[in-house]
């Protein structure tokens, strides 16, 4: 079934609109969550980005399924893992961060999240479009160097090499800005 079938079904407040939903993308939702919380967490948290999809559209139509669930998936899980405080926090999760935090300078200031973003999108927007992929797949779906290696039929060290230089450039162009 098509996205735009579903999200009928969803604005005609059908429930096979949830059960397909799951069928397309219920693995790829699961795979998401399952990078950063355990298993039994993962499935918590998809199956609550079920309802908050249900919840959400309409008034929401969004263009694309996927990513709109999956957006919601991942706020869910970094909720979950905030909640579960450091203790139990995702060593993946803190891993990423800690990329991210590099590529921000000193003179952006972090709390102003809308032009930070603005920033992002910006930089991401004139990347090649193998290496904007490559950016939101590790830092977005937080896969691991090892699965981008293989997705994109690159060495472990290739993809490290170019995530690095990608972080530079990310970092020189929020400096570029006086401060966000």
């Known amino acids: 079934m098509e996205d735009s079938e579903i999200l009928e079904l969803f604005l005609e407040r059908k429930e096979l609109a949830l059960s397909e939903l799951e069928r397309k993308y219920g693995t790829r939702l699961k795979i998401l969550a399952g990078r950063m919380v355990p298993e039994e ?3 918590e948290c998809v199956n ?7 919840n959400s559209v309409p ?3 969004p263009e694309y399924l996927f990513a709109y669930a999956a957006k919601i998936c991942r706020n869910l899980v970094l909720n979950k893992i905030e909640r579960d ?10 891993e990423l961060s800690a990329e991210l935090m590099e590529c921000i300078p000193d003179n952006v200031q972090v709390g102003d999240e809308t032009g930070l973003r603005e920033l992002i999108v ?3 927007k004139d990347l090649p479009e193998e290496k904007r ?26 993809v ?5 230089r990608l972080r530079k450039q990310l970092w020189s162009e929020l400096k570029k800005e006086d401060a966000v």
């Not at 405080?85 to 803190?94: L, P």
Request: charged fraction near 30%; charge should be positive; aromatic fraction near 18%.
């Open 41 to 43: 967490d993962a499935e």
């Open 48 to 54: 609550d980005t079920y309802l908050a999809v249900w």
């Open 59 to 61: 008034p929401n139509r």
């Open 85 to 94: 405080k450091a203790a139990k926090r995702s060593a993946a999760v803190v």
């Open 122 to 124: 910006k930089f991401l």
């Open 133 to 158: 992929k490559l950016f939101l797949r590790r830092y977005w779906y937080g896969e691991s160097v090892k699965e981008l290696a293989m997705a994109f039929g690159y060495r472990e060290s290739k």
């Open 160 to 164: 490290k090499s170019i995530l690095f």
